[in-house]
């Protein structure tokens, strides 16, 4: 009987390169993970929230003013231009309905597409503010002064105008 032994070098076996590439396709694949994780971030939340001790809460005082005030908004859009007409029982002062309004307009899942105007009271009682940029799709909206807000969802381009309620009291 005789002994044959196998003189190759090492490197010449596919199965040592089978086992060496595994750690390494593992090191690449997390760095290209750890590469997306960095380059594309979660957009961060933008809304009335506060953090007291290890709660966090949402505030409702400007959303349950705008329901005690019965407030609601006719939103529309005409030439490039957004136009709020802001309709309520009562009786509204300079600080309820001041001289400008701002209208924010977020989308669900892209953040580059959000978009926030300032309008400006017009001698009629309308808010206008110019849109630079055509939007379509569905948007939240969100129509704000310093002590109310008014929220809604919309599909742009607009059909007909559409009003915004203010949401029932929650606290």
Do not use: C
Request: charged share 20%.
């Amino acid at each position: 009987m005789t002994h044959v032994t196998d003189t190759k070098p090492w490197y010449k076996y596919p199965w040592v390169w089978v086992l060496i590439a595994i750690p390494i396709i593992s090191i690449i694949l997390s760095f290209s993970m750890l590469w997306t994780a960095i380059s594309h971030k979660d957009a961060e939340v933008d809304d009335d929230w506060y953090k007291k001790g290890k709660a966090v809460t949402q505030d409702f005082a400007r959303d349950d003013y705008a329901s005690a005030l019965t407030l609601s908004a006719n939103f529309s859009i005409e030439a490039n231009n957004a136009i709020i007409s802001m309709v309520s029982p009562y009786n509204l002062d300079q600080n309820t309905l001041p001289a400008t309004l701002t209208l924010a307009f977020s989308h669900p899942t892209d953040a580059k597409r959000d978009l926030t105007l300032t309008l400006q009271k017009r001698a009629d009682g309308r808010y206008i503010g110019a849109l630079n940029q055509s939007l379509s799709g569905r948007y939240y909206l969100t129509l704000s002064s310093a002590v109310w807000r008014l929220k809604d969802s919309v599909f742009l381009p607009l059909a007909t105008p559409l009003t915004i309620q203010p949401e029932p009291i929650k606290s």
